[in-house]
């Protein structure tokens, strides 16, 4: 692809401590919404289900009526929390990546308009107002967009050039304030 002057290229491999990171910064659980769900609907059918075979089998001890009211509940109230609990812990997350996003080399340009960023035979272009957040930390920087998905850039694909990376941190904020500006002069913006 062709540079202009102003534009800045980086590119380099994420590796699963990158996903991780990004996993953190972006999602606010663990587990699915679909997980949760699922396993809210049928934990009280399991519930249901125990108290009614707790019920018959007790029918058959010499208990009062009270007694196998209040036994058959408290063993369908464990059943379901268990149920519940096993499910999650099943539905749990356990790979950060999605995609391929560990097996592919990401490039990033940033330029005049925004960012071009490939991955693979994937190609997206965002522009500036497109971009919702940068967020710098000690070993790397997050970029959330409207409509996209989030962009982790670790620190080591700079490979120790502060100036490069103080570059491109620079420029991020720049097309994220600008971005911003462009935004609220749009016609029909209060």
Known sequence: MEQSPSALHISGQLRDKDMKRLVNET???N????????AGVTAPAISASMALVSRHMLDQAPFSAY???LISTMMAAMAGIVWYLIFVRWAYRHQAGRAGEIDTETKIDLTPQGL??????VETRITWPGVKDVRLRRGYTLITFYGADPVIVPNKWFTGNK???KAFRSR????????TQQEETRPGRA
């Open 27 to 29: 999602r606010s659980s």
């Open 172 to 179: 991020l904020m720049e097309g994220l304030s600008h971005g």
């Open 31 to 38: 587990i699915g919404p679909t997980s949760l769900y699922y």
């Open 116 to 121: 071009h960023i490939q991955r693979g035979a």
């Open 163 to 165: 100036a490069t990376a």
């Open 67 to 69: 007694w196998i009211w």
